[in-house]
Structures are given as C-alpha cells and as structure tokens.
C-alpha cells in the first residue's frame, strides 16, 4: 500500500503564507515525481508545481514567483511554500506521485486533498 498525506492548508489573510507538506508512505522503492495540483470551486484540477527526482522543478504561471516546490528524499516529502497568496488562490490542494511501489509497479498517486483558503 501507498499512501500521499498532505497537511498545512489553513485559512490566511491576502499577502500571508502558508507551507504544504506531503509525505509518502508505504512499500516506496522510487520515487520519479512529486507535484502538487489544485481545484477550485466549479473549475478543473491544474497544476501548480512538480518537481522530479532530479530536482528540476515547473510552476504554472500563475504561481511564479510566489510559491516554491521542494523536496526531501530520505522523507519522501514534498513541499510547497506559498507566498504573497491571493484569493484566487483559494482551492483544495493536492498531492501527486509517480513512484514504483509494492513490486516495482510503477503508478500514479494521490492524497486526499488539503484545503486552502485565503480571504480577509
């Protein structure tokens, strides 16, 4: 079994910050990409950053500049450090994974989503 667990949405002032964190767990023996994607309300999922075993990272336009994506191997975490955040920002965050889990399958995950709400 593989599991992808975000945490640190929140609710935040306009200009604040928020960190995301994404730790995967379970029978892991490689991990190939990390990214996070987002949905608001009424709209589709897109993508906001990945970042892949090699460390070359890419951001959606809308985010550049502002939100940082980083990673730990030894703790199959990914990050996402979110600055200068504006209300359009305003979605359920998700996590994401390709990785080569339980007998070298190598599959794409998700977590179940963390909310993210900026609003003064």
């Known amino acids: 079994q593989v599991q992808l667990v975000e945490s640190g949405g929140g609710l935040v002032q306009p200009g604040g910050s928020l960190r995301l964190s994404c730790a995967a767990s379970?029978?892991?023996?490689?991990?190939?990409?990390m990214g996070w994607y987002r949905q608001a309300p009424g709209k589709q999922r897109e993508l906001v950053a990945v970042?892949?075993?090699?460390?070359?990272?890419n951001y959606a336009d809308s985010v550049k500049g502002r939100f940082t994506i980083s990673r730990d191997n030894a703790k199959n975490t990914v990050y996402l450090q979110m600055n200068s955040l504006k209300p359009e920002d305003t979605a359920v965050y998700y996590c994401?994974?390709?990785?080569?889990?339980?007998?070298?399958?190598?599959?794409?995950?998700w977590g179940q989503g963390t909310q993210v709400t900026v609003s003064s």
């Open positions: 970042i892949i075993s090699g460390g070359s990272t």
């Open positions: 994401n994974a390709d990785l080569a889990g339980p007998g070298w399958a190598v599959k794409n995950y």
């Open positions: 379970g029978s892991i023996f490689s991990i190939y990409g």
